[in-house]
């Protein structure tokens, strides 16, 4: 039994956010960092703060762990997340209920086709562009609190390979739909962002189960990514489909990926299409839209 639903981690759109303009367009390359991934024989659940605690995963036995980076976008991607994991980990008899995945909240995507925000500022040919040095200070210091812009049309016309991170946020539940999570840059270097010019950018995290099933997602739980909490980890937890209890005969696992509209670009845009745009207004800037996984036990 290898991997039984890995993967089912990446989600449809479990954040909200400020920005008004956005489009979404295919992945040629979307990487994803495995981390760790725990079957649970039950689940209670509570503040999603508290997702690491045993009450969101019951009696838990890692079936895989290290880092492993998997191009869900390639041609080979469910064999790759099907290598991560080892049955033989699982007591003989056991029954499992949940799941509880650990993933980087870096990936590194790369459009496959140019990207059109809708935007008032004329972003329509968003795509992505190595950014390692459009932070403040460095990626490393400011990959969570601040979001690069890059120009229109990539690098000459063509897409390279970006990092994104999900950034700071607050519980969608207690957010006041107006205080900044985050800065948001509004020129190559971030000299120019929306602290300096008076904006406001913020991201919520959907925070309890019902807001994510009335949004489709197949996650019952999963962290907040939030300043006070200083880590590198996403932590999902799901429900199976149905108890599995371990046997001597493992199943087949088949997994397939989509991502299909998985990026997102929205347009950043000084002037909010009014008044007279500044030399850097209808810049792109790019998020996690979303990825489609289809995973058959047979």
């Known amino acids: 039994m290898r991997l039984i639903l890995i993967i089912s981690i990446i989600f449809l759109t479990f954040i909200k956010s400020s920005f008004a303009a956005s489009g979404t367009g295919d992945a040629a390359v979307f990487k994803v960092t495995m981390k760790k991934m725990e079957l649970c024989t039950g689940y209670q659940g509570g503040d999603f703060h508290n997702i690491t605690n045993s009450s969101f995963c019951n009696n838990p036995v890692i079936v895989g762990s290290g880092d492993k980076v998997v191009d869900i976008a390639s041609v080979n991607a469910g064999a790759a997340a099907a290598s991560y994991g080892n049955a033989a980990l699982l007591p003989l008899g056991e029954t499992y209920t949940h799941l509880r995945v650990t993933i980087d909240k870096k990936f590194t995507i790369k459009t496959s086709a140019a990207i059109d925000t809708g935007g008032s500022s004329n972003t329509d040919n968003c795509m992505t562009k190595s950014v390692t040095s459009s932070y403040p200070t460095s990626e490393a210091t400011n990959k969570y609190t601040h979001r690069p812009v890059v120009a229109e049309g990539g690098n000459s016309g063509s897409s390279e390979e970006m990092n994104t991170y999900f950034l700071n946020g607050e519980k969608d539940s207690t957010h006041n739909g107006s205080d900044a999570t985050y800065v948001q840059c509004t020129n190559d270097d971030c000299s120019e962002n929306s602290t300096v010019n008076g904006r406001t950018w913020w991201n919520t995290y959907l925070d309890t189960e019902a807001a994510l099933a009335s949004n489709g997602d197949s996650n019952i739980a999963q ?59 209808g810049m792109c800037s790019f998020y996690i839209a979303g990825v489609k996984v289809e995973i058959t036990i047979k």
Do not use: C, M, W
């Open 223 to 281: 962290s907040i990514h939030r300043a006070a909490a200083a880590t590198d980890d996403f932590v999902l937890v799901y429900k199976l489909t149905s108890p599995y209890t371990v046997t001597t005969s493992p199943p087949t696992i088949d997994i397939a990926f989509g991502t299909k509209g998985s990026i997102g670009a929205q347009e950043v845009s000084t002037s909010e299409g009014s008044g007279t745009p500044s030399s850097n207004d």
